[in-house]
T-cell receptor
Framework: DQQVKQNSPSLSVQEGRISILNCDYTNSMFDYFLWYKKYPAEGPTFLISISSIKDKNEDGRFTVFLNKSAKHLSLHIVPSQPGDSAVYFC?????????FGTGTSLTVIP | NAGVTQTPKFQVLKTGQSMTLQCAQD?????MYWYRQDPGMGLRLIYY???????DKGEVPNGYNVSRLNKREFSLRLESAAPSQTSVYFC??????????FGPGTRLTVL
């Protein structure tokens, strides 16, 4: 059974608006969470991370929120830009073992 | 500074053939990883090496072997390839148990 789930395979957003990507996990022992961005035919690129001792981490236009009680994290992109169009993977784990979601394909419409 | 490099980029094998996927990193990272990505699925960890001289199984290790040749290099070997091993393989590295940096991937087809 999947330990990390991204239930929305795709998302379309107008340029300038907020993009919200969601991720759920099942293992309460996970203590580190990451978001990766992936373009076709390339490897995933690290975007932003958060540890379990925090509930929010910001980096420019990207903010990750962690709700440990709900075992849920989300990535907010504000404002969304056409160059943000890509597949976004969340990952969660502890130690050296990380589990990835199936990805959400974000399309930002100019 | 090339980051994480992988060779080859593409490979086609026949069932039963063997091959080794190579990975190298120049970031002086301690930990290295091999993942596979299949359509409709996330990346799944095959093996990892927390430090030079150690290797451990991940989520889907069956059919694979690994070698941590030195701090820079981590190879993945398929001894007898099967069609179920058709996938895109990614190598990654990290300083320790944190952010992983990925290579560009190897697209493997087993006929």
């Amino acid at each position: 059974d999947q330990q990390v789930k991204q239930n929305s395979p795709s998302l379309s957003v107008q340029e300038g608006r907020i993009s919200i990507l969601n991720c759920d996990y099942t293992n309460s022992m996970f203590d580190y969470f990451l978001w990766y961005k992936k373009y076709p035919a390339e490897g995933p690129t690290f975007l932003i991370s958060i540890s379990s001792i925090k509930d929010k981490n910001e980096d420019g236009r990207f903010t990750v929120f962690l709700n440990k009680s709900a075992k849920h994290l989300s990535l907010h992109i504000v404002p969304s830009q056409p160059g943000d169009s890509a597949v976004y993977f969340c990952a969660a784990g502890t130690g050296n073992q990380f589990y990835f979601g199936t990805g959400t394909s974000l399309t930002v419409i100019p | 500074n090339a980051g994480v490099t992988q060779t080859p980029k593409f490979q086609v094998l026949k069932t039963g053939q063997s091959m080794t996927l190579q990975c190298a990193q120049d970031m002086n990272h301690n930990s290295m990883y091999w993942y596979r990505q299949d359509p409709g699925m996330g990346l799944r960890l095959i093996y990892y090496s927390a430090s030079e001289g150690t290797t451990d199984k991940g989520e889907v290790p069956n059919g694979y072997n690994v070698s941590r040749l030195n701090k820079r290099e981590f190879s993945l070997r398929l001894e007898s390839a099967a069609p179920s091993q058709t996938s895109v393989y990614f190598c990654a590295s990290s300083v320790s148990t944190d952010t992983q940096y990925f290579g560009p991937g190897t697209r493997l087809t087993v006929l």
